[in-house]
């Protein structure tokens, strides 16, 4: 069983800086791998001489090449444009519903296992529902309720990971609150409000980091399935789910780049996550 | 253990309902028209108005729960416009289908990641742990929808030895009388082993891409879970007083270390449910999941509000049927001794049933 770092407050004192300075060769292959992917996400779509949307008919289907390094579709768009603005699309989204999800969760979990009791039943039981809705199809029961677009899979996944870390932290603080420095604050007078700040989410927020970092390629994966079954971003935008939902009428004649491109793109990413989670795992002294 | 199930049973119960009303919330008081999304873009107002009377659109929402909650009781779960029939009898015609296809794949990834994991954790940072290390990572991270593209690509276009993709007997096959609607039982039962070889061809290849997330995932967990048991005193027993190798691994630690291995896998076949939604619309394949999808083409919304809700409840229930053999597992080992330490200090992690069980594997399953 991994220490974990609600029970050794101690090992989590050490700054970024000095765990940086450690070296860790584990965090920082993917690590740097991720932000290498990351930048490039940013920077092609911008330097690249052709448009994610730009239509050449005359240039339709052509086979990787020294122009087109990833070959063109059917309506002749450059597919390297297009796979670098789906990544931009998916890491944007992925990112920014860990961070909201986590953060929601991170509170909900914190104030359901300080206050306990009726409250913490009533929490625990809305999370249960919502863990009943895998991401796919909260994904589609949304798009129903909202329509399809980026908006639908950005609230599914981030919803959907809200139990995950509600619980995480909360099980963490449930055995925060059995040490002695827990009671010392009461006796002290302190409120909620202090304790959670400067005790609990100190001590949950490493437990959040290694989730969020799994979370991830989880939230990547479901934008993607959502775009293939024709839910999630909406053409012409270019999106690697779709990307592949299109390249797969081609697949058979020949043109089996259109639909295996992006999806080595998706695989690339969501990989590169989990191997930096694990790392931020063994790191941070969680069980890998 | 009585007091665990009456409690288990009444926070399903609670769950279900708040599952009921979530679903309401979100396919009848949303945005939009909900009668219009039922009744497809090219209904006529006054087809639309009937559906809207119908489905109690005109009254309170207390009501309108009402009604919607009396009509999933009775299995009423409206009409599929684009195939003109009962949302309800086209679910009884496709289930057998998905459950052919998610029994077979759960099995082979079930046996297939956990004799992986185990293995693994036995031989800890040799060149097959490794190996099998980041073939898991590969796994969780592959899109089950561009697998099976792949394998399409691969096995049909390319190598010729795979059938065509589309349902699940090829179109010259005469499928066997219907007793139980799994086709490979069904020809045995007829003894039509032509049609049984055919049923298993097509079987093959969805089979083997829904079941390469689970066997990923369960294979990291199996892994964790049984290097964790190795630390234990009773495992240091076993070996000091001479107990082999192999027969301390699948003896001792995998029986131990099964314990939340069996949950997770548990709930990783309730996650089955979104890959078969994916897996089904690849291959084609006549069952619940590629209905979701024919239906979401079609704009033809009531058959995926009915499945939506079904793979929430099935969830809840495998949840329930876990937690339930979850106690009957702990208490079986527990009479047997010897492991009491470990078995108690991980069923109590189990029970709190955080995710994070296992560290390194929670949230990412398959999508």
């Known amino acids: 069983m991994s220490i974990s770092v609600a029970t050794m407050p101690e090992l989590i004192t050490p700054s970024w800086r000095e765990r940086a300075r450690r070296g860790d060769r584990r965090l920082i292959v993917p690590g740097g791998l991720f932000l290498f992917y990351l930048l490039a996400a940013l920077i092609v779509p911008l330097v690249w ?105 950005a609230i599914a996944v981030t919803v959907a990971s809200i139990p995950w870390y509600a619980r995480r932290v909360r099980s963490e603080v449930l055995s925060l609150k059995t040490r002695t420095f827990f009671d010392a604050e009461k006796l002290m007078g302190w409120g909620r409000t202090h304790v959670l700040w400067h005790h609990v989410f100190p001590a949950v927020i490493d437990g959040v980091v290694v989730q969020a970092s799994l979370a991830v390629g989880y939230a990547v994966l479901t934008v993607a399935a959502l775009g293939y079954i024709g839910l999630g971003v909406q053409p012409p935008t270019a999106e690697w789910g779709s990307m592949i939902a299109d390249g797969q009428t081609y697949l058979l004649t020949g043109q089996w780049w259109l639909a295996v491109i992006p999806g080595i793109g998706l695989l690339l990413l969501v990989a590169l996550t989990i191997r930096l989670g694990d790392a931020l795992a063994g790191r941070l002294a969680y069980s890998v | ?77 409206g009409t599929a416009w684009h195939l003109h029939q009962s949302v309800g009898s086209l679910l009884v015609q496709r289930l057998p289908a998905t459950a052919e296809l998610a029994l077979y794949a759960s099995i082979l990834g079930i046996l297939g990641g956990v004799l992986i994991g185990a293995l693994a954790a036995a031989r800890p940072g040799t060149l097959f742990d490794r190996i099998t290390g980041y073939a898991a990572i590969v796994g969780l991270g592959t899109p089950v929808f561009w697998l099976g593209l792949v394998l399409i690509l691969i096995f049909y276009s390319h190598l010729g030895i795979a059938p065509v993709p589309i349902g699940r007997l090829s179109l010259t096959t005469t499928p066997p009388p219907h007793v139980t609607g799994f086709l490979t039982i069904d020809s045995l039962l007829a003894g039509d082993f032509s049609a049984l070889g055919d049923a298993l061809a097509h079987l093959a290849l969805p089979v083997i891409t829904l079941a390469i997330p689970i066997a990923a995932y369960l294979a990291r967990v199996t892994r964790a879970s049984v290097l964790e048991v190795y630390d234990s005193d009773f495992i240091r027993t076993a070996r000091a007083k001479g107990v082999g190798e192999r027969r301390v691994l699948f003896r001792h630690a995998l029986r131990a270390g099964f314990l939340p291995v069996m949950t997770l896998a548990a709930l990783s076949i309730g996650d089955l449910l979104s890959g078969a939604v994916l897996v089904e619309a690849v291959f084609n394949w006549p069952g619940v999941g590629g209905l979701a999808v024919e239906s979401i083409a079609a704009h033809d919304f009531a058959p995926v509000e009915a499945i939506v809700l079904i793979a929430a409840l099935t969830y809840c229930i495998l949840n329930l049927v876990t937690d339930l053999l979850y106690g009957v597992v702990d208490a079986r080992i527990r009479l047997d001794g010897g492991s009491s330490t470990v078995v108690r200090r991980m069923s109590r992690r189990q029970f709190s049933r955080s995710p994070s069980g296992t560290g390194d594997v929670d949230g990412v399953v398959q999508a």
């Open chain 1, 49 to 153: 001489p052709w448009g994610a949307n730009a239509i050449h008919l005359g240039g339709r289907l052509q086979a990787p090449s020294f122009a087109h390094p990833f070959g063109t579709d059917e309506f002749g768009r450059d597919m390297v444009a297009r796979f670098f603005t789906g990544a931009r699309l998916s890491m944007l989204v992925g990112l920014s519903s860990v961070s909201i999800g986590g953060v929601i969760g991170m509170v909900i979990g914190s104030v359901a296992g300080l206050s306990g009791g009726i409250l913490d039943a009533i929490v625990m039981r809305g999370l249960d529902t919502l863990l009943a809705f895998p991401a796919l199809i909260l994904g589609i029961a949304i798009a129903l309720a909202i329509g399809p677009g980026v908006l639908a899979p």
């Open chain 2, 1 to 77: 253990m009585k007091r665990y199930v009456v409690r288990r049973i009444g926070a399903t119960l609670i769950v279900i309902w708040l599952v009921s009303v979530g679903s309401f919330l979100l396919f009848r008081l949303a945005p939009g028209d909900p009668a219009r999304l039922v009744a497809g873009p090219l209904a006529s107002p006054a087809a639309v108005a009937s559906i809207r009377h119908q489905m109690q659109l005109n009254e309170s929402p207390i009501n309108q729960y009402l009604g919607y909650v009396d009509d999933l009781v009775h299995g009423n779960f």
